[in-house]
């Protein structure tokens, strides 16, 4: 399909996608927070907005961000529009699975090192302080 | 007598129009600021009938119409000042110009937009010195649009605005109808059978067959509610009493159940011998919706 509305990167609606609109809609607004491309707290364009932009109906993109908000993906403040939410949602979710992932290599080294459990508890409390010192 | 802002910009309460050969009954009809309704029939269904009474050109024989507040037909001069109306058998008048129709608008209608016109002229790749008699359908179609889009009315009524347009410009009008839409305090009913451009940019959709309106609602809500749910059951086996199914077709073991009304209470009642369930688009949805009432209706 031809992408006419880069104004709202590139977002498009495929006829022969079997997903219905809404959700069409909806992943592509997920991976642009997801990737960053769209960081907390930038403002997303106006349900009108972005309806006229992709030729779809008003009702169709009001069910996608009503979805996003129900997930915690954005947040809407009435009368100043939709925005990427914060630290909750997605950008939380990424953070989590990020820690996870730190964890898991931290403690892979410290078997390679031979470090005991104890010891690694210790230098995570280590790092901890120093950051706290910082602040 | 001026219009609040949460006022509905159509309003039909069971309206009845008799022809010899054709009744238009019980039609009613809610459209609410800012938002687009497709009005979908077949032909003959009763949509053309339906939009000439909402303007006034003819008159019910029975019940209520309001459009933007004032009462149709007696107020129907008020009403129109802000009604853009295009019909696609409206034709510019011959041995003249789209540019002498601009003209024309423009010394009738103050709200008349000449920054606007311009710019239409430019995005439908229109002449305004071009004789009408040389224009081709699809050219007539989109100058009509343009002499109802300028004078910028809060309402468009539409019939058929699509038919005859190629692919490209039918992409380019329906750009200008979602423009429109950015303001909330517009709206636009449009009928049409280009299930596709209705199924795109309706809010709400109106289904009308054999003058009587079978199905009125959120278009999101349709798209939602109606399933095709295939069926592959044990030798032997027969399925339990259905709620909310509106045809079954059965080939030995395979079933094809639609539902008008799906949820997974419905898959769970089936049980396990569900294959696939399939989401159907708008022109499935409506053929299915139309036949089931018919059949309600014995006919």
Known sequence: ?135 | MKQGMNDKHIEMRGVRKVYRFFTLDSVSLALEPGQIMGFVGPNGAGKSTTLRLLMGMISPDAGEIRVLGHEIPKAQAIAKRDIGFVSAEMRLLPHTTLGWHMDFMKSIYPEWDGGYAATLVKRFNLRPEQNARSLSLGEHVKATLLLALARRPRLLILDEPTTGLDPVARHEVISEFMDVLRDESRSILFSSHNTVDVERISDTLTFIDRGRIVDSGDKEAFLDRWRRIQVQLPPGAALPALPNVVKREVDGQFVTLTTNQYSEGLQNLIGPHVTHVHRMNLEEIFVANVMYHREARGQ
């Not at chain 1, 939709?82 to 939380?92: K, R």
């Open chain 1, 1 to 135: 399909m031809l992408c006419i509305h880069s104004m709202y990167s590139g977002i498009n609606i495929s006829q022969t996608d079997p997903r219905p609109m809404y959700l069409q809609i909806l992943e592509q607004i997920r991976a642009r927070i997801a990737a960053r491309d769209w960081p907390p707290g930038k403002e997303l364009p106006s349900i009108r907005a972005l309806a006229a932009g992709l030729n779809v109906s008003v009702i169709t993109v009001k069910r996608a961000y009503l979805d996003l908000e129900t997930e915690g993906v954005i947040v809407t403040r009435h009368g100043k529009g939709s925005f990427v939410a914060d630290v909750n949602g997605l950008a939380g979710e990424l953070k989590e699975e990020q820690l996870a992932e730190h964890l898991a290599q931290a403690a892979e080294i410290s078997r390679l090192l031979g470090l005991s459990d104890d010891e690694l508890a210790a230098r995570m409390r280590r790092a901890l302080k120093n950051l706290d010192a910082k602040k």
